[in-house]
């Protein structure tokens, strides 16, 4: 039985009983044109054979926009686009023109570690916990340190017209604490922890790994009472438990997945060079699956982030159980106003089938929701190709 009604360009059936479906539904008013408009709804019902069949329904509703607006972090956003950190969020004319395109909020471009240890020592005698973020840094020509993200974050929460996330790209969390402190007096709403770590260590024990991880949000939850949220990747023995352990240790939101700067070689040269730096619209499918099978059982709430270009690829998404979705790729891709085409293709696809608000389809098809929740588990290849649901 479908969960919404869908529109028909059609004349009721008289016989048909018009009893409205909802509070919100009306009966035919004496003058149509001046109430709102006019849905044919499609109801399903069973017949006098045990059947199932559909009728047609004529009502007529209040026009009315449906409310996007979503809680993220505890913070409440006009709605659940996301500009992701990205180098489109890393000066003030960025975070407004995102906010300009309708954005429920930016997080700003990532502060690495390397950039905030480069002020306080001569940059000979820096360790680099990254060392692709070395490189990246100087590739890429970023210098802006500790002062200037301050800055950012101050002249980004002026703008006044949606929430303002901090991200940091760190591994030692003793090392954040400070910093932290001054983020959330700059007026930093949240903090996104950008948590890249990519295991290159063949000995180096996983749950080694994962125990610093839940050291260093433990340390920066500690010092600071801003709302945290984890990006991480996909290398973990299980990602769902790490989830929990990271709430436990005080972070409110997972954002899955963070995906690492792609390696290419160049055989002419041999040497290394950069792979695509843009992500496809294909990418939110490893994030739709782990959504869907996370979805209210971590204790945390969790964000979709990888191929987000259209609307319809945002609602599944938090159709699956996601309470936002971060957009990045399809904003270098189209321009900022891809935020704008995304909203609108979701407010326009819950309009023709009813749908009031966000709430009303969060993790509706999560497995927790599900009658049939082994779905959701291993897939056998033979039912991909025979198409056997």
């Not at 044919?40 to 059947?51: D, I, K, S, T, V």
């Not at 024990?205 to 340390?219: A, D, M, Y």
């Not at 695509?276 to 490893?286: D, V």
Request: net charge neutral.
């Amino acid at each position: 039985m479908p969960c919404w009604s869908t529109r028909a360009d059609v004349a009721p059936d008289p016989s048909i009983s018009t009893e409205p479906f909802s509070p919100m539904d009306r009966r035919l008013p004496d003058n149509p044109s001046s109430y709102g408009t006019a849905d044919m709804n499609l109801n399903c019902h069973q017949n006098e054979f045990g059947l199932y069949c559909w009728k047609r329904i004529l009502v007529f509703k209040e026009s009315s926009m449906p409310d996007l607006s979503v809680s993220y972090l505890g913070l409440k956003l006009g709605n659940p686009v996301i500009a992701s950190s990205c180098g489109l969020t890393a000066t003030p004319e960025g975070v407004k023109r995102a906010f300009d395109a309708g954005a429920g909020a930016v997080v700003l471009k990532s502060l690495f570690e390397e950039q905030l240890r480069a002020e306080l020592k001569p940059i000979g005698e820096i360790q680099f916990s990254h060392p692709e973020a070395e490189a990246f840094l100087a590739g890429m020509g970023m210098n802006e340190g500790a002062d200037e993200y301050l800055k950012l974050i101050s002249a980004a929460r002026k703008d006044g017209r949606g929430r303002v996330i901090a991200s940091v790209n760190c591994v030692d969390g003793n090392f954040w604490m400070d910093f932290a402190k001054r983020m959330e007096s700059a007026g930093a709403e949240a903090i996104e922890l950008n948590l890249g770590y990519l295991p290159v260590d063949p000995s180096e024990n996983g749950s080694e790994i994962e125990e610093r991880l839940e050291t260093l949000v433990r340390s920066v939850a500690s010092a600071v009472k801003l709302p945290l949220a984890v990006k991480l990747g996909t290398a973990y023995t299980n990602i769902g438990n790490l989830i929990q352990r990271l709430g436990k240790a005080g972070v409110k939101a997972a954002v899955l997945f963070n995906r690492f700067y792609r390696m290419d070689v160049d055989l002419d040269a041999m040497s290394l060079s950069a792979g695509p730096t843009r992500g496809s619209p294909e990418a939110y499918f490893e994030s739709l699956r782990w959504i869907s099978l996370l979805d209210g059982r971590t204790g945390v709430e969790l964000c979709a982030s990888g191929g987000v270009y259209n609307g319809m690829t945002a609602l599944k998404l938090i159709a699956a159980g996601a309470s936002a979705v971060q957009v990045c790729s399809a904003v270098y891709a189209k321009g900022y106003g891809a935020l704008t085409s995304i909203a609108k293709e979701m407010a326009s696809w819950m309009d023709s089938r009813n749908v009031e608000s966000i709430a009303d389809l969060q993790g509706r098809l999560a497995r927790r929701n599900s009658a049939r929740p082994e779905l959701y588990g291993r897939l056998h290849y033979v039912k991909a190709l025979t198409g056997q649901s």
